[in-house]
Protein backbone atom coordinates (compact mmCIF):
# COMPACT_ATOMS: atom_id res chain seq x y z
CA UNK A 1 0.00 0.00 0.00
CA UNK A 2 2.93 2.24 -0.36
CA UNK A 3 2.56 4.89 -2.95
CA UNK A 4 4.89 7.54 -4.23
CA UNK A 5 3.38 10.38 -6.71
CA UNK A 6 5.84 12.65 -8.24
CA UNK A 7 4.94 15.93 -9.39
CA UNK A 8 6.45 19.12 -10.83
CA UNK A 9 8.20 18.22 -13.62
CA UNK A 10 8.05 19.65 -17.32
CA UNK A 11 10.14 21.30 -20.09
CA UNK A 12 12.40 24.05 -18.87
CA UNK A 13 15.47 25.98 -20.68
CA UNK A 14 19.40 25.74 -19.77
CA UNK A 15 19.74 27.56 -16.58
CA UNK A 16 16.52 27.53 -15.51
CA UNK A 17 14.77 25.89 -12.29
CA UNK A 18 12.39 23.09 -11.04
CA UNK A 19 10.82 22.32 -7.90
CA UNK A 20 9.71 18.58 -7.92
CA UNK A 21 7.46 17.01 -5.23
CA UNK A 22 6.72 13.82 -3.96
CA UNK A 23 3.63 12.38 -2.11
CA UNK A 24 3.90 10.00 -0.26
CA UNK A 25 1.71 7.49 2.05
CA UNK A 26 1.54 3.85 3.17
CA UNK A 27 3.74 4.30 5.86
CA UNK A 28 4.99 6.04 8.59
CA UNK A 29 7.89 8.16 6.47
CA UNK A 30 9.97 9.53 9.50
CA UNK A 31 11.11 6.03 9.88
CA UNK A 32 12.82 5.76 6.68
CA UNK A 33 15.46 7.35 4.67
CA UNK A 34 13.73 8.88 0.62
CA UNK A 35 15.33 10.35 -1.97
CA UNK A 36 15.41 10.70 -5.66
CA UNK A 37 16.39 8.70 -8.45
CA UNK A 38 16.76 9.67 -11.94
CA UNK A 39 16.80 7.44 -15.56
CA UNK A 40 18.06 9.28 -19.30
CA UNK A 41 17.13 7.29 -22.04
CA UNK A 42 19.49 4.33 -22.45
CA UNK A 43 21.11 4.52 -19.20
CA UNK A 44 20.72 3.19 -16.03
CA UNK A 45 18.80 4.54 -13.13
CA UNK A 46 21.09 6.82 -10.49
CA UNK A 47 21.13 8.19 -7.08
CA UNK A 48 20.79 12.11 -7.19
CA UNK A 49 20.21 12.45 -4.13
CA UNK A 50 19.15 11.19 -0.61
CA UNK A 51 17.96 12.53 2.95
CA UNK A 52 17.74 11.03 6.02
CA UNK A 53 14.84 10.00 7.91
CA UNK A 54 15.11 13.78 9.93
CA UNK A 55 16.55 15.69 7.69
CA UNK A 56 19.81 16.48 8.91
CA UNK A 57 22.09 14.40 6.37
CA UNK A 58 22.01 14.10 2.74
CA UNK A 59 23.78 13.27 0.16
CA UNK A 60 24.32 14.31 -4.03
CA UNK A 61 25.76 12.99 -6.98
CA UNK A 62 28.99 14.73 -8.01
CA UNK A 63 27.14 16.52 -11.17
CA UNK A 64 24.27 18.24 -9.62
CA UNK A 65 26.28 19.10 -6.00
CA UNK A 66 25.71 22.95 -5.48
CA UNK A 67 22.83 22.94 -7.62
CA UNK A 68 19.90 20.69 -6.26
CA UNK A 69 18.46 20.92 -2.69
CA UNK A 70 16.42 17.83 -1.05
CA UNK A 71 14.25 18.58 1.16
CA UNK A 72 11.36 16.87 3.29
CA UNK A 73 8.57 17.85 5.41
CA UNK A 74 7.41 14.79 7.83
CA UNK A 75 4.48 16.39 8.72
CA UNK A 76 2.99 16.57 5.45
CA UNK A 77 4.36 13.43 4.21
CA UNK A 78 6.10 15.49 1.45
CA UNK A 79 9.57 14.70 -0.28
CA UNK A 80 11.20 17.67 -2.47
CA UNK A 81 13.87 18.38 -4.63
CA UNK A 82 14.76 21.95 -5.65
CA UNK A 83 16.61 22.24 -9.25
CA UNK A 84 18.34 25.41 -10.27
CA UNK A 85 21.35 26.15 -13.15
CA UNK A 86 19.63 23.14 -14.80
CA UNK A 87 21.63 21.83 -17.35
CA UNK A 88 20.92 19.68 -20.64
CA UNK A 89 22.45 16.46 -19.21
CA UNK A 90 19.60 16.44 -16.25
CA UNK A 91 16.89 15.76 -18.80
CA UNK A 92 15.87 12.25 -17.02
CA UNK A 93 12.51 10.51 -15.72
CA UNK A 94 13.12 11.55 -11.77
CA UNK A 95 11.73 8.84 -9.45
CA UNK A 96 11.13 9.69 -5.66
CA UNK A 97 12.53 6.29 -3.18
CA UNK A 98 11.54 4.57 -0.16
CA UNK A 99 13.35 1.52 1.24
CA UNK A 100 11.28 -1.78 0.76
CA UNK A 101 11.96 -2.66 4.80
CA UNK A 102 13.37 -1.16 7.62
CA UNK A 103 17.28 -1.97 7.71
CA UNK A 104 17.49 -1.52 4.12
CA UNK A 105 19.86 1.80 2.61
CA UNK A 106 18.43 3.40 0.38
CA UNK A 107 21.77 3.04 -1.54
CA UNK A 108 21.55 -0.33 -2.38
CA UNK A 109 18.41 0.68 -4.77
CA UNK A 110 16.05 -2.28 -2.75
CA UNK A 111 13.15 0.59 -2.90
CA UNK A 112 9.78 1.36 -3.52
CA UNK A 113 9.72 3.65 -6.79
CA UNK A 114 7.06 6.87 -7.92
CA UNK A 115 5.90 6.44 -11.26
CA UNK A 116 8.51 9.00 -12.26
CA UNK A 117 8.41 12.51 -13.22
CA UNK A 118 9.55 13.91 -16.69
CA UNK A 119 12.19 16.32 -16.89
CA UNK A 120 13.53 18.39 -20.03
CA UNK A 121 16.50 21.01 -20.06
CA UNK A 122 16.51 22.04 -24.00
CA UNK A 123 16.68 25.77 -25.34
Known amino acids: QVQLVESGGGLVQPGGSLRLSCAASGRTFSNYAMGWFRQAPGKERDIVATISRIGDSTYYTDSVKGRFTISRDNAKNTLYLQMNSLKPEDTAVYYC????????????????WGQGTQVTVSS
Open 97 to 112: AVPRNIGYSIHANNNY
